[in-house]
């Protein structure tokens, strides 16, 4: 695919594809995407073994100039945060191990996706 082709949209919800299946191939359990809460959301929820994982995907063109990791500032992982409790109360999981993993992504037009995979990233 061409970027001049996808847009910013496009390109994160293949971004948001690939990680589904990057995670699935790493055995985690998916039990939730796109979840929405008030003004906010969770790219993925998942059960890796015996721990929830709310995972955030950050997917950027590999031309880009901003890096996944760079997107992900205090104020989006305070979000995540506040999301992440509500879904744990909604779901009484108040007792669950959890932990909050980035999955960045860079897209290139000739390879495809690279991904690394931040567990336990704040």
């Given at each position: 695919?061409?970027?001049?082709?996808?847009?910013?949209?496009?390109?994160?919800?293949?971004?948001?594809?690939?990680?589904?299946?990057?995670?699935?191939?790493?055995?985690?359990?998916?039990?939730?995407?796109?979840?929405?809460?008030?003004?906010?959301?969770?790219?993925?929820?998942?059960?890796?073994?015996?721990?929830?994982?709310?995972?955030?995907?950050?997917?950027?063109?590999?031309?880009?100039?901003?890096?996944?990791?760079?997107?992900?500032?205090?104020?989006?992982?305070?979000?995540?945060?506040?999301?992440?409790?509500?879904?744990?109360?909604?779901?009484?999981?108040?007792?669950?191990?959890?932990?909050?993993?980035?999955?960045?992504?860079?897209?290139?037009?000739?390879?495809?996706?690279?991904a690394t995979h931040y567990t336990d990233a704040?």
């Amino acid at each position: 695919m061409n970027k001049r082709h996808l847009s910013p949209y496009e390109l994160g919800k293949l971004g948001e594809d690939y990680a589904l299946g990057y995670l699935q191939n790493k055995k985690f359990r998916i039990l939730e995407k796109s979840f929405r809460f008030y003004r906010g959301e969770i790219d993925i929820i998942a059960f890796d073994i015996d721990t929830l994982v709310f995972v955030e995907v950050k997917t950027r063109h590999l031309s880009d100039r901003i890096t996944p990791e760079e997107a992900i500032t205090p104020k989006k992982q305070q979000q995540i945060r506040r999301i992440a409790h509500a879904y744990v109360s909604i779901k009484n999981l108040e007792d669950q191990k959890c932990r909050f993993d980035v999955l960045a992504l860079r897209y290139d037009d000739i390879q495809g996706f690279h991904a690394t995979h931040y567990t336990d990233a704040f």
